[in-house]
């Protein structure tokens, strides 16, 4: 059961925060591109990508911010709005980390986060601002119940 998990079970609160990092590939990009349907060139064109002004192929900004899904699905969160800034390009081989923190929660659960992902150099490529869901106690039990029964969907 990863750290983001246990802490979910044991309840969140405003402030608490969650870091994660990942090296993004060409393949990741190009699979994206097939689920997502975005063949901008700026994702498969070297040439495309400088004529930008880019230094070569760039990462879909969605897969990258796609980070933020991965720390609200750990915690069960069900989100209700996201909006992105994109500061920055993410190239092959970049490595992003995430810090996703919780801003607000009120006596219904409902919760304001924030994200900044950052580069390996320590530049912002994507600032992002959240709302959704905390789960409630009786969602805690079922997910504590889940990694009870190793149910792999829960507990990577």
Known sequence: MSDIRKRAI????????????RTF?????????????????????????????LQGKICHGL???GMITEVGGQ????????????????????????VFTITEVDERNRARAEAVLSNQYGEPVIEAWLTGV????????????????????SSH
Not at 13 to 20: N, R, Y
Not at 75 to 98: E, H, K, Q
């Open 25 to 53: 590939t060409e393949e990741e990009t190009t699979a994206f591109g097939e689920i997502s349907r975005d063949q901008n060139p700026v994702h498969y064109s070297d040439e495309f990508a400088r004529a930008k002004n």
């Open 75 to 98: 915690i069960g969160w069900l989100a209700s709005g996201m909006n992105f800034r994109f500061r920055r390009p993410v190239y092959f081989g970049d490595t992003i980390t995430c």
């Open 63 to 65: 897969l990258v911010g």
């Open 134 to 153: 905390l789960p409630e106690p009786n969602e805690q039990e079922i997910m504590s119940a889940m990694v009870g029964e190793d149910n792999t969907t």
């Open 10 to 21: 044991a309840g969140l609160k405003a402030g608490d925060s969650f870091t994660l990092a």
